[in-house]
């Protein structure tokens, strides 16, 4: 209710703040006896933590995860899996100067107004860190839907209103910011650089193919697989917008060129995304998400103080200046945790 | 679990197929001692019945409503205030032609795929029928909002390219498409019109503003309030696609630009769409979504029949040719349950 | 959270007041393809219904249901499968003397408290009225429970101190007071009869019967298979305790004694309800649950108006004297919902 | 679904195997800006810990908690509060005899049965270390309990057959059995040790008292307020059955003897339990439970063996005798997460 649990079979409940002593998850509705190892989480966790990059944040957190339990002799047990991640380099005084300011673009002013009490340091919970137990529970659904034959990937189509032209799978992971064209990879870097000197920010546009999802997949009417995704992406803080296949371009064509149609090789085009009534046709699911550019900036801006008088702010402190690269695994993270609950949930509809 | 409730304290949970005997809707989680009448809710339903204008639907619904429960001497009890709608104008026969076949762009395939069987009668349940539930459960909903000074406001910003260049509140419920620019509203009709006597259809982008609304709405994590309004509009059938604020638009800008600043007088800007860290800032929330072209066209198209084989399909009916003027006032509701839900989440987190 | 929905997979969301236009529920998560029409539910509602012999309220509500949806040609969808049954013989005004009063033993009080608003014709939900929706639910969770070869059978052991000395099953449906030894039956109705005639009502004990459930149902920590059940029959009105196995009888066993020993034949006794750590063994599930003496009494009593001021009260109206009778079907409703909904969540979890 | 978080608004989930790593819980929902500290959360563990006295397990564990989320100087914060035990004595090896053995009483024949998998190791999951999460969950919401001026006190009312003949609430923390007649607890820790000199263990019945209740509490129909305390009772390994108020004494008494009459003083009685309707009535609520004899005794008792051949058992190792002392602030726990939840859920209803 309060919202630190996602999905209804397949679930995960997060805790931890940026700066308190350790953030994790529990997942519970593990199917019992796979097999799955810390290295198998950890290679998730490495491809989101901090440090990783020139253009990442310098926070060094080597987000070593342990699983205290649910796992017996080397197999998932069907009991919650608990992942644990101590914070190593938390600088909490870091964030004195802002404790008692609201900077512009993020959580802290809502926050306050919320709950009528807030953790300054780093954010607290409205932290990207708090993505960290998403990308270890994403991990323990993305090794069930290995089984099933499904796999996701995610990467960056566009940073800085640098576009890719290509789509070169194997480049993805072999650049900084996981483009999946190279050579539009390389610009972004230096753009992200450029920016980064100035202490201001980007943003940018991350794509997500989802492959090997058998048709059936998603709960119509509230719950179809187009909601259930939209919402795990918008859940992720910094994403303004979400669309589905032809997307925002659907908005203006006809009905005649926007329908998928079929003959014996299985549908021609795909517009849909791969999804029909809420319902994957089993078609590659293809969907895109609007990045902001990080509110964290030293760029003066003005705001107020919580006495309510103005002032001006710089955020020092150690930030991604675009966000893009650290989200492709969370993004996977959370389709994965959306796949394999909806999985589960077709199994029931008809168990 | 099988996706036909929404909302976690204030929720409804509806039924009913296009060409059944009934559709409605249990809203469970009502404020006690309410005013609440049936020509409240009726008010809403009359805007989104067939038959309302010359760019719906001919189909006759007349939509009229019945309270069967959870109303006592005028006012809501706190018990499940159930709303049912017998269906009139039915003509299953109409789709004899295509009980056998894939219609593109519909989830006929799907629908088989999951379930194994389908009622194909005018879609069944994933007909826009569907959502007659959902507008009556918005209703509800609208009058808890109304007491807590809270407005929900949708129209069409955009059909068939053809885009509003002005906005004009006022203009809204009196031309057809329920367009914020009455110039650009009939340019739209003219488009439509021409789309409808050739047998194709369009799409459009709607826009919904939310007035009123205090700071602090919203479960942060993975209960945001963006998240839970993309999960709301993608689980509109047709939807493609949503954005909040500066939307797609904020991933090529820079922190600098994007980041709203405040002084005494509030906020400077709002490309956050009145939503920071999933918490509403207390400013207009503001988002647009993709509405596809309609799926059904009379236009010849390729598909497959229910034994695989290939063939040529234009689906005759009585279809709107543009979905949109019918699509704002499900958005209104749908926001409108999202809203009165996490008010009431708010209210747990502090009871 | 309003309390109106059981079931987690397989669910009902249940609405209707005693003497209000309509009761009836939605059946969601409905496995599709399987046969049933409504005479299958109605012989259900049948067994329920008031005015089924002489030691039952004489209120002529026939009870005949209504199939709006989730069914097509015979067999279920997966959609919602709605059943509603108006009420027919209302005589609100006869609880016109007892609105501004509390009758002892009733929800008057604390309806009041909770709402601040109450139909009080026929105690409106707080009637046993209320459990129609239950049935009928339940009568759709029975037929998916026959194709597993699962059966439910509850029956009255105890009624007014009167207890069953025989277990004789083909006795239970053709005696008034559905006791399992007809000759107890005999000297129970006779027992009725005579409290009916001065005005008293008395309670008794039901036990019921659970057979053919695969071990390994049930989920371990907090929805144990007995915990899901307790929940289930301690919501039905009525009902003050709830034993499972030897249950009270357990408090004053030794661990020798209690414990069920095993040979390769099976389990040498089931002292433990056919339930171990939450989870069923594979045995016969057995439990008992307490009722009340019905609150509806003619007999003088004191009690407050709704003022505050003190009064006397006598309770006229159309009730049963003893409730056991009826309270068997809904029993029987009851622990159908749970363990359909515990064999579609085991199908979940490794699914 | 799988059943390791409890509560709708208030909530926990735990996680933690008997000989794992660790064992702990995350509590969300809770109510920002209230005062803790791991001192008040550690008190309740101490209450439940093995080694507290003669008859309890002699395993040593110190049980310290660790706050490591949620809560910022010393005060809550609205986000997750994460509370970890690691588990210290662990003797797994002392189970490598029962491994491959089903020990009579015990969830191993059942949780194989579930999963195909288990963690043996001093039962996994199904051991009484898990209701370790449960008591510093329940200790959070006790503190919220304070604040609304509710008590919750429970303790043990029978042993072995020895009961309390007195209620002295003082003395229940004062002798090792929590009994509220310290003469019976005398009698019932001698009767404890010589079942334990035997290595034969006995059952007992715990009640518990709740104080302070606002009247209105409880949602109707399926999540009443003694439904709920059923289900969470019910989900405490060893406990068979549950009575609120009269209880199963109700079953025999007459209409006119069970209500409970009102003058303007209040109710004149407390048949109910403090519950109508499963809403509360203000007065105390009441209810026993009945606890089972432990099933890990030494006296040789007929199993079989995971190849389904027979065999003798005697289950050696460091168990509670009886284990009703140990159960009471898990009781108390179990009852302060159903109450928080509720009051949360009623706020709701009216926020």
Redesign the interface.
């Known amino acids: ?6 999905g ?2 397949f ?1 995960i ?5 940026s700066h ?5 998850v ?1 997942v ?6 796979i097999e799955i190892d810390e290295a198998y989480i950890q290679k998730q966790m490495d491809r989101r933590k901090p440090g990783q990059s020139s253009v990442t944040s310098p926070r060094k957190e080597y987000d070593i995860i ?1 699983i ?3 796992v ?1 002799e080397g ?8 992942v ?1 991640l101590y914070n190593q380099d938390m600088k909490p005084e870091a964030y004195n100067d802002i404790q008692n300011s ?1 900077r ?4 802290d ?3 306050l ?7 300054h340091r780093g954010s ?3 932290s990207g860190r ?1 993505t960290a137990g998403r990308v270890a529970g994403g991990a323990v659904a993305r090794k069930l839907l290995e089984h099933r034959g499904v796999e996701v990937l995610a990467y960056t189509r ?1 940073i ?2 640098i576009s890719c032209q290509t789509f070169e799978e194997e480049a993805i992971e072999r650049n900084a910011v996981r483009a999946c064209d190279p050579i539009a990879g390389a610009k972004m870097i230096e753009k992200i650089e450029q ?1 980064a000197a100035i202490g ?6 991350v794509e997500c193919r989802i492959r090997g999802v ?11 697989l ?10 992720i ?1 910094a994403v ?25 090789e299985g549908f ?1 085009s795909n ?3 791969g999804i ?7 078609q590659e699911i293809i969907f895109r998400i ?8 030293s ?1 003066a ?4 103080n919580v006495k ?3 002032q001006e702010i710089r955020t020092i402190g150690r930030h991604d200046p675009c966000i893009c690269p650290r989200i492709v695994p969370v993004v996977e993270a959370m389709a994965c945790l959306v796949l394999e609950d909806l ?9």
């Not at 519970?28 to 006896?33: A, E, I, R």
């Not at 609007?290 to 900036?297: D, E, G, L, Q």
């Open positions: 209710m309060a919202g630190n649990t996602f209804e079979i679930k409940t997060t805790f931890g703040e308190g002593a350790a953030v994790g529990i519970d509705g593990v199917t019992p006896g342990h205290l339990s649910g017996f197999k998932t047990t069907g009991t919650p899996l608990f644990n609201y512009p673009g993020h959580a002013f809502t926050y107004q919320k709950y009528g009490i807030r953790d607290g919970r409205a708090e566009e800085g209103g920016l201001d920010s980007c943003g940018g546009i058998m048709p059936g997949l998603g709960e119509p009417v509230f719950d179809k187009d909601a259930e995704l939209a919402k795990a992406m918008l859940s803080g303004k917008g979400i669309e589905f296949g032809a997307g925002f371009a659907a908005s203006s064509m006809l009905g005649s060129e926007h329908n998928d149609e079929m003959d014996s021609l517009h849909s995304g029909l009534g809420g319902i994957s046709t089993g609007s990045v902001k550019p990080t509110s964290s900036i760029v801006q003005k705001t107020l309510g008088e103005e999985y589960k949930r077709q199994a029931a509809n008809h168990g």
